[in-house]
């Protein structure tokens, strides 16, 4: 998870979040209320180590609780002074704070797990190193957490797609105007599978793309290539195409509303369609709600004029890398063989 998105969780439904992770503890505090001592003390967090301020944790055992039991996370992590991962802890907001309005109950839970149950099989698709997600949830009687849903790549394309991963993010060079562009292009199966008592094994789905990786390099517009090294933006001109494929033989393609990447899929909404049969990723500049791509108002198309960088490089990524990767995508589904791609499914 992005820090942006980690920044919209602490603004929407919580207040204290906190992190443990290696051989240390902290606490996020945007409200200074909780470390700090008078006014000329503003703390916004605090940090523990494990093993070095054990003296200092074992006075207040009440405020590591909540990490002990949670899957691996154990009595002996403490003692032992360290973990092997790192775990999120984000405890709902119940009350009105400065911060926000906005209650979290076991209800909004639900459905905020209901929403991401139902796009599930996109979550994977243009990140580059997650392979698998699983909700858990754990009853007040239930001694430890129960696995309610999964999404992962397959076990017979997860080597494939790791490598091709692996080589695309490689070979790019941030910051860089590079001398020619990168692609890889690779199929990739998602499975998402519900567990409950009655289906301890999970009802399974799956789902298959192809997907190209780009970057831009080589030849581009006078105003894409000063935006490519500027430092004020640090954005990586980096684009994604991923089109549907039967996910078995005999099988037919699925028909999709292509949708709108910044990694993750954006809210669905009207903005966030592509009105194309594949979805669509790009490093985009987002709007400030994070949910749709910022684009030209109303004035400023009319005017013909952009002064804002971001905007003028979402319409490069728009008009020059995002149909290079899309011509790229059907020339290799085309030409390779090996992806086995159907003529009825390119020419969709």
């Given amino acids: 998870m992005g820090f942006h998105h980690l920044a919209m969780i602490i603004v929407f439904i919580l207040d204290l979040p906190s992190i443990l992770s290696g051989t240390k503890i902290g606490f996020i505090d945007p409200l200074e209320l909780c470390f700090s001592e008078g006014r000329l003390d503003r ?3 605090y940090r523990w180590r494990l093993n070095r301020d054990r003296e200092i944790m074992n006075i207040i055992p009440d405020q590591f609780l909540p990490y002990k039991g949670i899957f691996d996370s ?7 002074g360290r973990y092997n ?11 009105p704070s400065e911060l926000s309005q906005t209650l979290y109950s076991d209800h909004k839970v639900e459905i905020l797990f209901e ?3 139902a796009d599930a099989h996109l979550l994977l698709l243009f990140l580059q190193h997650l392979e698998s997600i699983e909700l858990y949830v754990r009853e007040e009687s239930e001694p430890e957490p129960r696995k309610i849903f999964q999404v992962k790549i397959s076990d017979d394309s997860l080597q494939f797609v790791r490598g091709k991963r692996r080589e695309f993010y490689n070979t790019i060079k941030p910051g860089q105007h590079m001398p020619k562009p990168v692609s890889v292009t690779y199929p990739i199966t998602i499975e998402t ?9 999970g009802s399974a789905e799956r789902h298959s793309f192809l997907l190209t990786s780009y970057c831009c390099g080589g030849e581009v517009s006078s105003q894409f290539e000063r935006l490519l ?18 996910s078995g033989i005999g099988l037919p393609t699925p028909d999709i509303q292509g949708h709108v990447f910044c990694v993750l899929p954006l809210p669905v909404q009207k903005k966030s369609i592509t009105g194309l049969p594949v979805h669509v990723n790009g490093f985009f500049s987002l709007s400030q709600n994070r949910r749709y791509i ?3 108002n109303a004035d400023q198309e009319d005017q013909g004029k952009l002064n804002d960088k971001s905007l003028i490089w979402n319409i490069c990524l728009l008009e020059e890398a995002l149909p290079k990767a899309y ?14 791609v159907q003529p009825e499914t390119v020419y969709r």
């Fill in 85 to 95: 991962g790192t775990l999120f802890r984000f405890p709902l907001r119940t009350i």
């Fill in 115 to 117: 929403s991401i149950i």
């Fill in 229 to 246: 090294t500027d430092e004020e933006l640090s954005y990586l001109p980096s684009v994604g195409v991923a089109m549907a494929m039967p």
């Fill in 193 to 201: 599978a519900n567990f409950s008592e009655d289906l301890m094994e």
């Fill in 43 to 45: 703390r916004t967090g």
């Fill in 327 to 340: 011509a790229s995508m059907i020339m290799d589904a085309i030409n390779d063989k090996t992806f086995n």
């Fill in 294 to 296: 910022k684009t030209p």
């Fill in 74 to 80: 154990t009595e002996e992590v403490f003692s032992e």
